[in-house]
């Protein structure tokens, strides 16, 4: 038996190819939109397991230190080293900045870590990790810069020493790893400007400034000068060690809160990008609704210029089923066409995306089946229309 | 002298009303025909006499309100036995009755061969009989040089030719044709005319053509005037085409 279907968009081919690239770019755009919540996924799921901690200890009741504030004493982490079960302690600061790459403004997250301490970026594919105390920094590849540059944060400028691979905060952006003093300056102290007028007010304060008290003003002054705080000390566990356990000491006696791997990923996977992946499932539906319209308007479309057709194949006998399989066929065909000009723009389009779009073989088998359920249920219309046909209207007037 | 076994199609009696009560518009009001096999007769009649209801009466595409028809001396509706005697009107339509239009009504993403071929293969026979059989057919309306050919790069009369030869691929008993000379000038609806009664003595075919070419009525020898619904046979001038 001759199919229809095949002959059919044959001889329409180039309209119908025309067709398919459309929709096949609305299903890139479909497939793109999951592969950026894939992506922040892998991201959030890449920070956690790149700090190589087993558990994070931030300030007590915060869902620190990446999804809210957290601010603790950075010599907590010597008692945290001495809880047991804790193999190694580690301070760390984390702070979201824009800084300037090349004359470009670049959004980037800054980690300050110990250098060859836990928090260090995972993969340094260039150059060498943070050796010394000041001044120097390891950036993530995405964030521009090159092995020699020298980047200004804040008041001081840092030499670029390494280059680090997939080493993104949880919502994209390129981290910029420099010494844990470093960091703590950069979050915690004040422009110069703001110092003359801080010393002033307390010299100015006269319980601060007592006559008879030598050397307080000094220190009230020296403690507004230096930062002692951290967002959170890194814990790894002793192998064999339940982390739960040393969690659970954290915080029955540190007052801190503590959380492990799973409390991380669900924070930061479950809460933190809850509402962009609400936000994208939206795009996703309503993407998906749009395509099903497109298939549906052009099948249906194509089943009404074949009116005379279909009346006259009815006429001669052609089976109802043969008929709606035509059409569902083209509809499928054309689902085809669109999910396989989407799967290649999407793989061509995603590396020029600014954050990481990670198109994941599981949800390319998910929008195949989609795009076929969609297309078949958009064909729906035009079979019952193809269907309606009258065979007498072959005949006469 | 003719026989019941000659008949290729009987109609006794038969009517159709379209609606009901006070709407009610009667078609048909007791139509009454016998063709022979390989017999071309004309069914004439001014617009709204009746024609196409009767068409699509013969053709089982509507039912009629009463009446009876037989093809091959076979009863297949009969309003006394319940109305239409075969289930599968589609496959009767397929198998037992060849359909000409106005327009060729080709379809247009299909070649030569495969829109003759198309009936027998729904009839169930293999792509390669079935294409055997359209071509033999096609060679024989003088359009072979434009097999494998486009369906719109044909001529008027050669699609038309096309069409005559996919209403007589499955060899069907009775062949109704629908105006197949209205699109054509005078010379090539002769020459359908003249190809029609051909195939209608080659394959024994019963062939009813509704027209109001005053230029083909001539040429048959027994003519159906249809008029309000009712029909009166007349003796036509079978005039020779040359």
């Known amino acids: ?397 | 002298m003719t026989t019941d076994k000659d008949i290729a199609i009987r109609l006794t009696g038969l009517t159709k009303t379209y609606g009901s009560g006070s709407t009610a518009v009667q078609a048909l009001r007791g139509v009454d025909m016998s063709i022979r096999r390989g017999e071309v007769v004309g069914l004439v009649g001014p617009s709204g006499s009746g024609k196409s209801t009767l068409l699509k009466c013969l053709g089982a595409v509507i039912e009629p309100s009463s009446g009876h028809i037989e093809l091959g001396g076979e009863a297949i509706f009969d309003d006394r036995a319940g109305g239409w005697q075969i289930d599968d009107l589609r496959a009767l339509r397929r198998d037992r009755i060849g359909f000409i239009f106005q327009a060729p009504y080709l379809i247009p993403f299909l070649d030569v061969t495969d829109n003759v071929a198309l009936l027998p293969m729904l009839a169930g026979m293999s792509n390669d009989e079935a294409r055997t059989r359209a071509r033999e057919l096609i060679e024989a309306l003088d359009v072979g040089h434009r097999i494998g050919v486009r369906v719109s790069m044909l001529s008027g009369g050669e699609q038309q030719r096309v069409a005559i030869a996919r209403s007589l691929v499955n060899h069907p008993p009775v062949i109704l044709a629908d105006e197949p000379t209205a699109p054509l000038d005078s010379t090539r609806a002769l020459a359908v005319v003249r190809i029609l009664n051909e195939m209608a003595q080659r394959y024994g075919a019963a062939i009813i053509v509704v027209t109001h070419d005053e230029k083909i009525i001539p040429t048959f020898k027994r003519i159906y005037h249809i008029r309000d619904g009712r029909t009166e046979e007349e003796a036509g001038e079978g005039r020779e085409i040359a």
């Open chain 1, 1 to 397: 038996m001759i199919n229809l279907a095949a002959r059919d968009i044959g001889h329409h081919l180039g309209r119908f190819v025309f067709t398919g690239v459309g929709l096949g770019l609305l299903i890139g755009v479909t497939l793109t939109m999951a592969g950026v919540f894939r992506g922040m996924v892998a991201d959030g799921r890449a920070v956690i397991a790149a700090s190589g901690a087993d558990l994070w200890v931030v300030q007590k009741d915060t869902l620190g230190p990446w999804a809210e504030p957290s601010s603790i004493r950075d010599d907590l982490y010597r008692s945290l080293a001495g809880l047991p079960g804790v193999a190694e302690a580690t301070n760390v600061a984390y702070l979201t900045m824009q800084v300037e790459v090349k004359g470009k403004d670049v959004r980037v997250m800054l980690a300050g870590i110990e250098p060859g301490a836990l928090g260090e970026p995972a993969q340094v594919i260039a150059g060498r990790p943070l050796l010394r105390s000041h001044y120097e920094a390891v950036a993530d590849e995405k964030a521009g810069l090159a092995l020699g540059d020298t980047l200004r944060i804040r008041r001081h400028d840092y030499t670029v020493v390494g280059l680090a691979r997939r080493a993104t905060s949880s919502s994209g952006d390129p981290m910029i790893y420099i010494p844990l003093k470093d960091a703590q300056e950069v979050q915690f102290l004040k422009d110069n400007d703001s110092l003359v007028a801080e010393r002033a007010r307390t010299a100015a304060n006269p319980a601060l400034n007592r006559p008879g008290v030598p050397g307080l003003l000094d220190a009230v002054l020296a403690s507004q000068t230096t930062s002692h705080n951290v967002n959170a000390v890194l814990l790894r566990v002793t192998p064999g060690y339940p982390p739960d356990e040393v969690k659970a000491e954290v915080g029955r006696w540190k007052h801190l809160t503590a959380w492990t791997r799973a409390d991380m990923e669900d924070i930061l996977v479950a809460r933190l990008i809850a509402t962009s992946s609400k936000q994208i499932g939206m795009f996703l539906v309503i993407l998906a609704v749009v395509s099903a319209a497109i298939v549906a308007f052009i099948i249906y479309t194509m089943t009404l210029n074949k009116q005379r057709e279909i009346a006259v194949l009815k006429l001669i006998g052609t089976q109802d089923r043969s008929i709606a399989a035509m059409i569902l066929q083209q509809a499928l065909a054309l689902g085809l066409i669109g999910y396989a000009v989407g799967q290649i723009s999407a793989i061509l389009w995603a590396p020029f995306f600014p954050k990481h779009v990670l198109l994941d073989p599981g949800d390319a088998a998910l929008g195949f089946v989609g795009t076929l359920v969609v297309c078949a249920l958009a064909s729906i219309l035009a079979i019952r229309a193809a269907l309606r046909v009258d065979p007498a209207d072959a005949i006469g007037g």
